[in-house]
């Protein structure tokens, strides 16, 4: 546990809440902190899914802390900031383990784009989500520009950028920013159930399911198709398969090793 994360582990799930009140907003401490967690959880071999929310139930993170922006401003320099901000969020989207966000409120700018680095989102029903940044003279730096389109598509994320407008948690889950919504106050249980059906799975398999599916929208099918099959014949050289395959034969349970 740091300054602004708490990290609390629960069988195979990782539970990380951001810790800055009011509104949970990213400064540089808070990224050098989700840094270290991560980098942390990915050596820890008991941990196969990661649940990242903030804490209470005014927002999930607002945004970044508008009070750091004044020193960037004519910084010659300020691209090398940037790049460490994107060298954490990239960290986090390829993490080589299942993510969610639990979304608990406001989700903002920074918020937003931290949301789109994970996996898969669970928003409360009272969430509203969105890129304000052109409401203040600047544009998403955080990898909305580039993230936000290729999971909503060009047009509608062109929207909520240039409006600034955020959505509601329904209308979020139409255009596919969202898995599912739930109750206010139910995220992070709901997350806790989607995590736990994934950890009973082998984390050899996750883990090429999820590098697979990345790495593969990049490239085109036949090499996307290329990528499958060279992820395919490692998760056959694993103990995990093994596993599964005598667990199915003797009508049991499978036991996998998440190493």
Known sequence: MGKFLNVVKEDAVAVVTIVN?????????????????FMELEQDQKTVAVILTGEGQKAFVAGADIKEFPQMMGNP??????????????RIDFFPKPTIAALNGLTFGGGCELALVCDMRIAEDHAQIGLPEVTLGLFPGGGGTQRLPRLVGEAKAKEMMFTGEPISAETALKIGLVNHVVPSGEGLKESKKLAAKMTRHSLQALS??????????????????????????????????????????EKRKPAFSHR
């Open 77 to 90: 320099d300020m691209k090398d900031y940037v790049m460490d901000v994107h060298m954490i969020l990239n």
């Open 208 to 249: 090429r399911i999820k590098r697979s599916v990345d790495e593969g929208l990049e490239k085109p099918l036949t090499e996307g198709i290329e990528l499958e099959a060279s992820l395919f014949q490692e998760v056959f050289q694993t103990e995990d398969i093994k596993e599964g395959v005598q667990a199915f034969l």
């Open 21 to 37: 009140p009011p509104l949970n907003v990213l400064s540089k401490a808070v990224f050098q902190e989700l840094d270290d967690v």
